[in-house]
């Protein structure tokens, strides 16, 4: 199959792209390099030494012996974005072409347009550029658990039957998004469909819970393949960053009361989610959406394991409750539905303190590369209404050797 | 109060400034022109003819003895928007300042995307100029009841309680808008919702019918205040351009079967909503929805209306349906509520034959200027599935001077 993976020098869009590779399909990637230049314009940095494209794609040609196929520019310019569809003729494009971060989207004006600029015309260019080139292409879109928010009732996916005055209707979901990154996601998620329902394209969004984890099947065959790994403020995700503080010694920094609850899902569950929305596509004129996580948890249960395991192997871990940068509920009902995608045949990795023990000892090999003052948020949701009490940093009591 | 009208040289904008002005606030108008840009792209105009925007502030002032102050410049230049609200410090923003049309958004790639751009990045801009500068300053933005579509239940005021596995919460109204600029509203609802519930921003949206009319009690005080009134096929919208065709001969472009159903009101019904909304503003941290329309309509009964009315002053009005450009339920579930407005003390002028005299009288007078072939709809929904059949003009059969 040919396969076209937006963002493919990213986080999840690397994995991805080998996943799909490995597999014996025909790879193309697209990406502009903007996580690569976010991070130099905040002095920050993957903690993984991640090679550039060029030198990953040819790194997998040596261990794999299959070709993936770079194109560099953004979504943004239609005129290179519909030349890549036009030459590539993708039967199907997995689109993690975004910026994905909720603070990065918050710290400034700037930064907010710049967020939906890129996310919404972005995404719209690449619906003309499939309604027009490849319209019987299958669109598999990353959305975000957190374009639902924490309403009151149970969250279903994508749609919902309501009952209302005697009559009955499958509507959207209503979204209560916490960012105006999630807004972004949001209003994709509508044009998407829009573009399903009127053009007869066809498109899974899946509304990816918080991804934890470094390794994956194909990133463990040869150290040239690894994934970046972001633990600062804007890009790292939460279980990612407790692992980082657990190491250097850093107490985990839980926001407020901790009660906050997400879904979350192993890296390796995402390859497979994507595997399995790929290979049972939408059917023409289908907008369909997979809640894409397999546990739930809050965020000081997640410290609590991160404790725990950090103990195991010797290494002293403080919990310390931060005044929140975000607002949003620290306590609430959660509960959402995740069963479209077990149905697939999903079988999830599951988190315990195995994984977070090997994440602590993948961590601790790279733990030179740490650049600690990127760890504490200084965006703060609501300008004014806070200043973050920053700790010290704190020495690991025991050595970090055995992680090793 | 001190008042900012954004979009003030438009066909809302103008009358709602002059409204405004003759109760005594201190109203500033900002427009970029981007309505009479299109116009010129497209050789079309309003028909009626409308000075300059200095012309009618001029005029306004001679004969109401009050300043309209103007702004000229684009919502999406953040320094420009951001200079004049420094300058006015507005108490109240009525926030018209948009790409307004569902074909225009349809014509092309580009065109949507300046839609989108334009709307969303521009009232992106606002929230952040308002929480910066006037974070006590009320927004009333409007809105579409297009952007519910035509969903299988009652439609509600932007919110609707939901019942849902033995536990309820009132969520968002769940959206089905039906083109990308109606698409650009909702994305814009998502992010005032989010000013609010995050930044304490307070915010009303008006969630518009289809206007029809063209007095208003300041426009009939002078011709030079008149406002525009568009009847082509990007800006004009059904009743407006029924009436256009009925003068002109031309049959009533009914598309499909006609039973599309919306709210609608008179032009004076708009400026007395948002003058109640005005006068009752939301609180601090309140997002709040009112569905702004009067009655309710299918296209099929407006024409039949308009018929009538033309009948009675000697016009033979004939009715034809053309295949419809845009991809629509034609026959539908339509129940809106609209109470809020009401309770505030609306009291609607009924559309009825009176009314569509008085409208075909005033554009008979400015007949000589009816561009027809701007009439007919040339932008489809999907691209190929159809080529509307364009009839011949005809004469009508009676003269139209009795309508003067």
């Not at 990353?142 to 928010?149: A, D, H, I, Q």
């Not at 303190?353 to 760890?375: N, Q, T, Y």
Request: a negative charge; aromatic letters at 8%; glycine letters at 8%.
């Amino acid at each position: 199959m040919r396969i076209l993976i937006l963002g493919g020098d990213g986080y999840l869009g690397w994995p991805t792209a080998m996943r799909f590779s490995a597999r014996g399909h025909e790879v193309s990637v697209v990406d502009n390099f903007s996580r690569r230049r976010w991070h130099v314009e905040h002095s920050t940095d993957s903690l993984t030494p991640i090679g550039s494209l060029t030198d990953r794609i040819e790194a997998w040609r040596e261990v794999s012996g299959n070709e993936i196929k770079p194109f560099v520019g953004s979504m943004e310019d239609f005129g290179f974005l519909d030349a890549v569809i036009a030459e590539t003729l993708p039967e199907t494009i997995v689109h993690y072409g975004e910026q994905p971060s909720a603070p990065y989207s918050m710290k400034s004006r700037e930064a907010a347009v710049e967020t939906q600029y890129t996310n919404v015309i972005g995404t719209l260019n690449l619906l003309f550029a499939i309604r027009d080139r490849v319209p019987d292409c299958h669109l598999v879109k990353l959305g975000t658990m957190g374009e639902y928010g924490t309403p009151d009732i149970d969250i279903e996916e994508g749609f919902i039957e309501i009952e209302h005055k005697g009559r009955r209707d499958t509507l959207p979901f209503p979204k209560l998004p916490g960012s105006l990154y999630h807004l972004s996601k949001v209003h994709d998620s509508h044009n998407i469909h829009f573009a399903c329902r009127i053009w007869g394209l066809r498109a899974t969004d899946l509304n990816q819970g918080v991804v934890y984890g470094i390794e994956t099947d194909e990133s463990a065959r040869d150290e040239r393949l690894i994934t970046r790994f972001d633990y600062d403020e804007y890009f790292g995700t939460v279980l990612n960053r407790f692992c980082v503080q657990a190491v250097i010694g850093h107490p985990l920094t839980v926001y407020g009361e901790g009660g906050q609850t997400r879904g979350f899902l192993n890296i390796r569950d995402t390859l497979q989610c994507v595997e399995l929305a790929v290979a049972n596509p939408a059917e023409l004129g289908e907008f369909r959406v997979f809640n894409q996580f397999t546990e739930q948890f809050s965020v000081a249960e997640l410290a609590e394991l991160v404790r725990r395991a950090g103990a195991e192997v010797g290494l002293e871990v403080a919990v310390k409750r931060f005044p929140n940068p975000r607002i949003e509920a620290e306590s609430h009902y959660y509960n959402a539905a995740n069963t479209k995608l077990r149905e697939l045949g999903l079988e999830p990795h599951h988190l315990g303190e195995e994984l977070v023990r090997s994440m602590l000892g993948i961590i601790a090999r790279h733990r030179e590369r740490v650049i600690e003052r990127a760890i504490l948020p200084r965006t703060r949701w609501k300008p004014g209404e806070l200043v973050a009490q920053v700790p010290p940093p704190r020495q690991a009591t025991a050595s970090t050797a055995e992680l090793e």
